[in-house]
Nanobody
Framework: QVQLVESGGGLVQAGGSLRLSCAASGRTISSYAMGWFRQAPGKEREFVGVSWNADTTNYADSVKGRFTISRDNAKNTVYLQMNSLKPEDTAVYYC?????????????????WGQGTQVTVSP
């Protein structure tokens, strides 16, 4: 059984940084693309970024240049480093494992999801 557990969320002032972690069990992440999504109150869950492997990532335009995804395959963990945070980044952040041969920015392309971690950015 695949389990993903996110951690590292919290309250931060605008301009600050947070690093989220996503620890996986039941699946070796080195064999899979891993995505990050977020969902703000009253809004659809939206794509944040995806890590294809240790070297290749894609990001939503809204976070490009501010957020960085990395992975530690030995720890079976993916990270989301968030810098220069803005109030509009406030959301619950989720990690997920991606199905092969499917669009990387679509929610339906991901099968297993974590429970999410809250990120709140104050003005």
């Amino acid at each position: 059984q695949v389990q993903l557990v996110e951690s590292g969320g919290g309250l931060v002032q605008a301009g600050g940084s947070l690093r989220l972690s996503c620890a996986a069990s039941g699946r070796t992440i080195s064999s899979y693309a891993m995505g990050w999504f977020r969902q703000a109150p009253g809004k659809e869950r939206e794509f944040v970024g995806v890590s294809w492997n240790a070297d290749t990532t894609n990001y939503a335009d809204s976070v490009k240049g501010r957020f960085t995804i990395s992975r530690d395959n030995a720890k079976n963990t993916v990270y989301l480093q968030m810098n220069s945070l803005k109030p509009e980044d406030t959301a619950v952040y989720y990690c997920a494992t991606k199905n092969p041969r499917s669009p990387y920015d679509r929610r339906l392309s991901y099968d297993y999801w974590g429970q999410g971690t809250q990120v709140t950015v104050s003005p």
